[in-house]
């Protein structure tokens, strides 16, 4: 095995996104800046993905730029990996700077490598949606056709955007409005979502799109780069730097791993630093790489059928006191039991060395906790397969759990102070799933988290 790189962690989501990932990376933030100049690095997603950060008594809703954006001092990079939308970027930039005093808290670097996604994108998702059931689900940010454009090998990059290659952005925008008239309608007159403080916008014709496209171009520049030999640099001086990766989505997200077509399209686990950092970091030598899960149940966006789906009171109570409604679209969560058979699948594929339970204060006195523990399918115990047609046969097995005292585990400063039926339940999970757990939350508030096993 290769020797971990100390002073390295990675934060991911180990289900179906929204796992609360952003408190955790800000436990990791807190610590290693103390020490250390902190690199921040996003690797995966655009504006789907939503966390809301607090600062002082003001909230804001990010997309783009990870929840750690408030590190001072810190180097945030967003990667090759990633999709980013300019226009939105830019009103997430100038949202951090309001809230800051006018200043960005850290220096900010785009890969020039990383892909557009653009108001193009969101048109043409937004159009077949009406001819494609599949697409129905998404978040409507222009995420699939983008990623789409980069696996098809047509895809502006960061660096085309700053040296601004007209041709290829003026292709770009007539491929996608043929694309568009073929299915009966105008890509000018398109209404695409903004960011939710700005609403909608139509896309506008090529001349409208092309100069809206150039101030933000102007706008941009100064923040896209070379990253590869900075990373490549700091990662080989691990007593320097602090090295802190912040995924987005979840592993039951992920193309290959998700359900089928409920998923998204970026690499959701952890090799996917590796792939969007051309190699500069080895994602299995980061030396934690924490899988964020919810504790007590599971979430789910979209029109998934999770086979441990809860319904009724207990549904509806979970949504309510845990706010189980999207970032992004605001829909609400399914929400579901712990699956243990899909988690340890998705830990299999992302490799996590540790796993973090968030939402250990969502118990009722009056509920047991319900934990699938396996799958049957005629007679058999069968495991998860990403195939919602496969899923849909599988009955799930329950192991029930005696819950414990809300107030309790609220107020536990220390693994000493947690109920002895939440230990139990805890350790159960971690032996499951097959990772020890290095952090829990047992509360809204930022403090209200206890750390099992001290980082270094
Ligand atoms: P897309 O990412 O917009 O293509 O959406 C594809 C699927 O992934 C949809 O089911 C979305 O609801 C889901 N999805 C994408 N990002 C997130 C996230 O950050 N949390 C939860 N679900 C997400």
Known sequence: MEKPRINSVAVGGGAYGDEGKGRIVDEYVDYFSKKLKVILYRDNGGANAGHTVEVGDKRIALHQLPSGIFTKGATVILGKGMVIHPQDLLEEIRQVKEVNGGKLP?????????????DTHR????????WQESVKGTTGRGIGPAYGDVLTRRAIR?????????????????????????????LAKAEVNRLASSGKELVGSLDQFMSKLKAQSKELSPYIGEVFTLLSNAWAKPKQFAMIF??????????????????????????GISSSSEGAINADQINYRVSVIKATYMSSVGSRKLPTLITG????????????????????????????????FFNKMTKATHLGLTH?????????????VAYKLKGKTVGYRPDQEYLLKVKPVYKEFKPWSREKIQKAKSLKEIPAAAKKFINFLSKQIGAPIQ???????REQSIKLIKIN
């Not at 850290?106 to 653009?118: C, F, G, H, N, T």
């Not at 048109?123 to 009406?130: I, L, P, S, T, Y």
């Open 106 to 118: 850290v220096k900010i670097i785009i890969d020039e490598m990383a892909a557009l996604s653009l």
């Open 123 to 130: 048109a043409f998702e937004g159009v077949v949606k009406d």
């Open 158 to 186: 960061m660096r085309d955007l700053k040296n601004w290659d007209e041709d290829k952005i003026k292709k770009h925008y007539q491929l996608y409005a043929a694309l568009i008239k073929g299915m009966d309608a105008d």
């Open 246 to 271: 912040e995924k987005a989505q979840g592993v039951g997200l992920d193309p290959r791993y998700g359900v089928y077509p409920d998923t998204s399209e970026s690499d959701c686990t952890f090799a």
């Open 313 to 344: 009171k207990i549904a509806e109570r979970i949504r309510e006191d845990a706010h189980e409604y999207g970032a992004t679209t605001k829909r609400p969560r399914d929400v579901a039991w712990i699956d243990i058979p899909a988690l340890k």
């Open 360 to 372: 250990m204060d969502i118990v009722y006195p009056d509920t047991p906790i319900k934990v699938c």
């Open 439 to 445: 952090i829990i939350t047992t509360g809204p508030k």
